[in-house]
């Protein structure tokens, strides 16, 4: 029996799998705010999927970045109790198995190589935007290594662009994410209806998918989080054959289709290797 979480500012989801390619039954619970309540309410939950059959491994994908062992989250904003925990460490122990800690979306990257629309790509790049953006870089099936994790939000766009909520200027997650996107309009995303807005989204989205391009080289590249339901992808494939002068042929670019699964089947194929 496998364990996989996926743990949200917001939400917290938990499944079984009893293979180790297909998920049970997922489980959702609001992510409390102290941590001596979320390993408790997280132990409950696995030992109640679990139903008795001994634990192989657990994994999951944590809404941070991570210390360089991936035993702790170290700056989560939206649960802060939970940084500089021992997580992995209380998992194992009360679990009596292994943990695998990972970034989410790292985690929900995996997921799309593991069972999405990067299933058998070589090279996949997942992306999402939403609040704020991140992305990361799967490898034959795995996350390429890094030394400090992947930023793909605050890679510059124009040095002299709008304020980030990092505090640097110009990043792409300036230009397209939720947050910067609000408090530059005076109103949420879900209430802009402004074409001409969304066609400079669009535009600068295609700019920072044609520096991924030159960077990273990917095979495909999938796009997810609640922003993208207001991104055209069809402007920003346009944009992108537009700017682009140095790519014979550019990577395809999709959505992702994996709703709310993404992270918890990465975290799967994690757990399945980590056990094997």
Known sequence: MFIVFDIGGTNTRVAASKDGTTLGEITTYSTPQKYSEGIERLVTTALTLANNTP??????GLP???NKDHSQLLKAPNIKDWNNKSLKTDLEQRLNTTAHLENDTAMWGLGEAFAG??????????ITVSTGVGGCRIVNGAIDASSFGFEIGHQIIRPDGPTCGCGGKGHLEAYIGGNS???RYGKSPKEITDEAIWEEVAKHLAIGLLNT???WSPNSIILGGSMMKSISLDRVRFHMQ???HIIETLPPVQISTLQDTGG???SLSVASRGAA
Do not use: D, H, T
Request: aromatic share 6%; net charge positive.
């Open 242 to 244: 537009v700017q682009n």
């Open 213 to 215: 391009c030159v960077f």
């Open 181 to 183: 996107i609000e408090k």
């Open 117 to 126: 629309g990067g299933k058998g790509q070589p090279i996949v790049v997942y």
């Open 264 to 266: 918890l089947l990465g």
């Open 64 to 66: 941070g970045p991570l």
């Open 55 to 60: 634990i192989k491994s657990i994994a999951g």
